[in-house]
């Protein structure tokens, strides 16, 4: 995840991302960084009654309270937004002297190639101390890298032991072709990225539903349940084996009629009576205390895809009534749009949310008719999606069929 977080930062470098200044030029040979467990021996530290936690130019140190059950390492959450990151686009020098600088010029300069964490829970406090093999002895008006082109194919990675292009993210890669698709393959089930989001309410396509949705939460949203889609038809466990394919499985898109429908009162909402019905997936939990938080969707879901308990031969589910109304709003064929309304009333978060079909039912019904995963556009013969993501084995939305269809 740490690895991960970092390549992030590093290729929005060379994807033309616009961060505090504007968007800054692409880096030529730009690597990707890989976990080194030395450095996270020296970044090792003891707690004490007296820790003064601060970063130098050395080691990146943050601390959090510590939240249970914690699923995702503070490093993530911890993080400069990058479109907060101070860099210069005519030097690619850093413009701020804090500890945001430290993160950057050790984790974002060309040099880098390594990176290790130490993190340890003090009385109730989780630390996490950073450090990369970034060379601090460089003065600090030094930029981060210097500006050229990004990779898009191999041989633009010309430097030992970075031979392989990701053209996804133009980073230079030390993993064979061979092995970046295995690794690709192994990870497939594994549990999902979260993504932080700071709160505020924004209009959804212009128009106010009143609901207390950023446009990067409705994203997220739309990302999630696609990606539980993605579990489906990519043969993972779910509790009971692994589960049949779905023909024609489509991605879901973000409705914003869908999110005024699930409109609540905050007069009327209450933990105890805060309930799904038919149509309306309903959650509620105790207010985050942050201006920055994980995704609303996924602090509600039931992400666990382990605990789905789907029975690999008849599709249906065993498990409790919440998880089963979960997986109807989220993995039901019958879906292609969601739209969520989100509010704090009180100490407590609520969400509802719909897809125009049945969420809570009394029947236990299959959750679906197997078939089999889309591989080519082909596959996908439902009108308006028409194109194969073969690495979901999902139907997306052929744009110019919907325009023409409204």
Same mark, same amino acid.
């Given at each position: 995840?740490?690895?991960?977080?970092?390549?992030?930062?590093?290729?929005?470098?060379?994807?033309?991302?616009?961060?505090?200044?504007?968007?800054?030029?692409?880096?030529?040979?730009?690597?990707?960084?890989?976990?080194?467990?030395?450095?996270?021996?020296?970044?090792?530290?003891?707690?004490?009654?007296?820790?003064?936690?601060?970063?130098?130019?050395?080691?990146?140190?943050?601390?959090?309270?510590?939240?249970?059950?914690?699923?995702?390492?503070?490093?993530?959450?911890?993080?400069?937004?990058?479109?907060?990151?101070?860099?210069?686009?005519?030097?690619?020098?850093?413009?701020?002297?804090?500890?945001?600088?430290?993160?950057?010029?050790?984790?974002?300069?060309?040099?880098?190639?390594?990176?290790?964490?130490?993190?340890?829970?003090?009385?109730?406090?989780?630390?996490?101390?950073?450090?990369?093999?970034?060379?601090?002895?460089?003065?600090?008006?030094?930029?981060?890298?210097?500006?050229?082109?990004?990779?898009?194919?191999?041989?633009?990675?010309?430097?030992?032991?970075?031979?392989?292009?990701?053209?996804?993210?133009?980073?230079?890669?030390?993993?064979?072709?061979?092995?970046?698709?295995?690794?690709?393959?192994?990870?497939?089930?594994?549990?999902?990225?979260?993504?932080?989001?700071?709160?505020?309410?924004?209009?959804?396509?212009?128009?106010?539903?009143?609901?207390?949705?950023?446009?990067?939460?409705?994203?997220?949203?739309?990302?999630?349940?696609?990606?539980?889609?993605?579990?489906?038809?990519?043969?993972?466990?779910?509790?009971?084996?692994?589960? &049949?394919?779905?023909?024609?499985?489509?991605?879901?898109?973000? #409705?914003? +009629?869908? @999110?005024?429908?699930?409109? %609540?009162?905050? $007069?009327?909402?209450?933990?105890?009576?805060?309930?799904?019905?038919?149509?309306?997936?309903?959650?509620?939990?105790?207010?985050?205390?942050?201006?920055?938080?994980?995704?609303?969707?996924?602090?509600?879901?039931?992400?666990?895809? &382990?605990?789905?308990?789907?029975?690999?031969?008849?599709?249906? #589910?065993? +498990?409790? @009534?919440?998880?089963?109304? %979960?997986?109807? $709003?989220?993995?039901?064929?019958?879906?292609?749009?969601?739209?969520?309304?989100?509010?704090?009333?009180?100490?407590?978060?609520?969400?509802?949310?719909?897809?125009?079909?049945?969420?809570?039912?009394?029947?236990?019904?299959?959750?679906?008719?197997?078939?089999?995963?889309?591989?080519?556009?082909?596959?996908?013969?439902?009108?308006?999606?028409?194109?194969?993501?073969?690495?979901?084995?999902?139907?997306?939305?052929?744009?110019?069929?919907?325009?023409?269809?409204?």
């Amino acid at each position: 995840m740490i690895v991960e977080h970092v390549n992030s930062y590093r290729a929005k470098i060379n994807n033309n991302c616009a961060f505090l200044h504007g968007p800054v030029p692409p880096a030529s040979n730009y690597r990707k960084v890989k976990y080194s467990c030395a450095l996270e021996k020296n970044a090792k530290f003891e707690c004490s009654s007296n820790m003064t936690f601060e970063s130098d130019k050395f080691t990146w140190r943050k601390s959090q309270l510590n939240v249970k059950p914690r699923l995702f390492i503070n490093f993530c959450s911890q993080s400069k937004w990058f479109n907060t990151m101070s860099i210069d686009p005519k030097t690619q020098t850093v413009k701020s002297s804090d500890e945001d600088a430290v993160f950057m010029k050790l984790f974002m300069s060309e040099d880098v190639t390594e990176v290790g964490c130490y993190v340890k829970l003090c009385d109730g406090i989780e630390y996490i101390a950073c450090r990369s093999n970034h060379n601090s002895e460089l003065p600090d008006s030094s930029p981060l890298y210097t500006p050229g082109q990004r990779c898009n194919v191999d041989s633009d990675c010309t430097l030992p032991g970075y031979h392989v292009c990701d053209a996804t993210v133009g980073l230079c890669d030390y993993k064979s072709h061979h092995a970046r698709k295995m690794e690709a393959y192994n990870t497939r089930c594994h549990y999902l990225r979260n993504i932080a989001s700071e709160r505020g309410a924004e209009k959804c396509n212009g128009n106010d539903t009143g609901s207390e949705f950023s446009n990067k939460e409705r994203e997220a949203t739309v990302f999630f349940v696609n990606s539980f889609r993605k579990l489906i038809n990519n043969d993972c466990e779910f509790g009971k084996g692994v589960v &049949k394919h779905i023909s024609n499985y489509r991605k879901v898109m973000y #409705s914003c +009629a869908f @999110e005024a429908e699930s409109e %609540f009162d905050c $007069l009327y909402a209450a933990p105890e009576t805060f309930k799904s019905d038919k149509y309306t997936l309903r959650a509620v939990g105790p207010v985050r205390n942050t201006s920055s938080v994980w995704s609303n969707f996924l602090y509600f879901s039931d992400w666990d895809h &382990k605990r789905w308990l789907i029975d690999p031969y008849n599709q249906i #589910s065993s +498990a409790t @009534e919440s998880t089963k109304s %979960f997986l109807r $709003l989220t993995i039901s064929p019958d879906v292609t749009e969601i739209g969520c309304y989100f509010k704090i009333c009180g100490n407590h978060e609520y969400l509802a949310c719909k897809t125009g079909h049945v969420v809570a039912s009394l029947t236990n019904d299959p959750l679906y008719t197997p078939g089999k995963r889309c591989e080519r556009d082909s596959d996908c013969t439902l009108p308006g999606y028409g194109i194969c993501d073969v690495d979901y084995g999902l139907c997306e939305a052929d744009w110019t069929l919907l325009s023409t269809q409204k």
